[in-house]
């Protein structure tokens, strides 16, 4: 059963970027294309992007500006770059595996971000 | 984007009740629409994707169904372990949106 562990900062000042990783454990990378949502604090799931094992991402265009989505396959892992956050980035962050038309099947255990001066 | 609406926003009901829960999309999205729930502190877990087919290892009493715009999930028989949030998603076009969640709680 594949299974995604995730790490990254989690408290930031605005406009610092936010980076996070996300590694693929017993499973396989290739083949499937890998997804990072949002949750605000008490809301619902916003969808930021996905990325395939050869780079190629898609994002939403709400955040197309500051979201980079990057792969790295000789790890099994992918990041998400989120560039100028303000304190409307606050959010539990998870990483799925997902997208393409696939559902998120699999999902990280979620990373708290606070962003406050 | 492609907006999507459950209802109701929360719901209480007591154990062995019948649950429906409706989710409706602003244009015809086939039968591209997956089901989560979320229990509180944890990440989401797929239930049902495309409309009306069961994850594996996911309780027989979920069942989903509907198409083109209009979707409902249902739980057939309420167990406690069932309380939570569930929320739509719809994979038609990009960017994939969630309709705003369910929140089911106990009577």
């Known amino acids: 059963q594949v299974q995604l562990q995730q790490w990254g900062a989690g408290l930031l000042k605005p406009s610092e970027p936010l980076s996070l990783t996300c590694a693929v454990y017993?499973?396989?990378?290739?083949?499937?294309?890998w997804s990072w949502i949002r949750q605000p604090p008490g809301k619902g799931l916003e969808w930021i992007g996905e990325?395939?094992?050869?780079?190629?991402?898609n994002y939403n265009p709400s955040f197309k500006s500051r979201v980079t989505l990057l792969v790295d396959t000789s790890k099994k892992q992918v990041s998400l770059k989120l560039r100028f956050v303000t304190a409307a980035d606050t959010a539990v962050y998870y990483c799925?595996?997902?997208?393409?038309?696939?559902?998120?099947?699999?999902w990280g255990q979620g990373t708290v971000v606070t962003v406050s001066s | 984007d492609i907006q999507m609406t459950q209802s109701p926003s929360s719901l209480s009901a007591s154990v062995g009740d019948r649950v429906t829960i409706t989710c409706q999309a602003n244009?015809?999205?086939?039968?591209?629409l997956n089901w989560y729930q979320q229990k509180p502190g944890q990440a989401p877990k797929f239930l049902i994707y495309a409309a009306s087919n069961l994850e594996t290892g996911v309780p027989s009493r979920f069942s989903g169904s509907g198409s083109g715009a209009h979707f409902t999930l249902t739980i057939s028989s309420l167990q406690p372990e069932d309380i939570g949030t569930y929320y739509c998603q719809q994979y038609d076009n990009l960017p994939y949106t969630f309709g705003q969640g369910t929140k089911l709680e106990l009577k």
């Open positions: 799925a595996k997902g997208g393409a038309h696939d559902p998120f099947e699999v």
């Open positions: 244009q015809d999205i086939t039968n591209y």
């Open positions: 017993n499973g396989s990378f290739n083949n499937y294309y």
């Open positions: 990325i395939n094992h050869r780079g190629s991402p």
